[in-house]
């Protein structure tokens, strides 16, 4: 065999492998976790809870009540940090740092609070049989809410 044969089968062959590398790498590849959207969570509260049209209707009111109080109070977190951290790197800015972290730990608590009067609302809308579906509820809600971070990938290395 002649060496321009040699290397005309050494590039086909590489380009194959290539391929195959490529192929592998992509049919392989993770996808993306779905993100759940917030009316996804309603249905599924809806469910677990076994309400009728009317209990998922008063639901579906309070979960947009909770929403907005929640989209208020994050508001106001994110008008209080941007000073707090300003003043590193501008010394005119006179700030009370206690102040704003006070602020912010109090907004921290309404949050808490706001959610915590969210859940007995939709308690009270229960009927007795829909109690026993509430604990489970709150059981879901505590893996999901306070311990999401806990499920995810681990830190990266340091080397």
């Known amino acids: 065999m002649n060496q321009l044969k040699l290397y005309k089968y050494a ?10 590398v490529l192929t592998f790498f992509l049919l392989t590849k993770p996808h993306p976790r779905p993100h759940q959207s917030p009316d996804g969570f309603q249905s599924e509260v809806v469910e677990i809870l076994n309400l009728n049209s009317q209990q ?12 907005q109080k929640m989209e208020s109070i994050n508001e106001q977190q994110k008008n209080l940090l941007p000073p707090y951290f300003e003043s590193l790197s501008d010394l005119s800015i006179n700030i009370d ?8 730990q109090q907004l921290e608590r309404k949050k ?4 915590f009067q ?3 609302d939709l308690k009270s809308i229960l009927d007795e049989e829909q109690l026993p579906y509430f604990d489970r509820l709150i059981g879901r809600l505590i893996d999901r809410l306070l311990l999401k971070n806990s499920s995810g990938p681990p830190p990266p290395k340091r080397r």
């Open 112 to 115: 808490i609070e706001v959610t």
């Open 118 to 120: 969210h859940f007995q």
């Open 56 to 67: 998922a209707a008063t639901f579906k009111e309070l979960a947009q009540e909770h929403n």
């Open 11 to 20: 590039t086909w062959g590489l380009l194959f492998l290539n391929i195959a």
């Open 97 to 104: 740092r206690d102040s704003i972290l006070n602020d912010f």
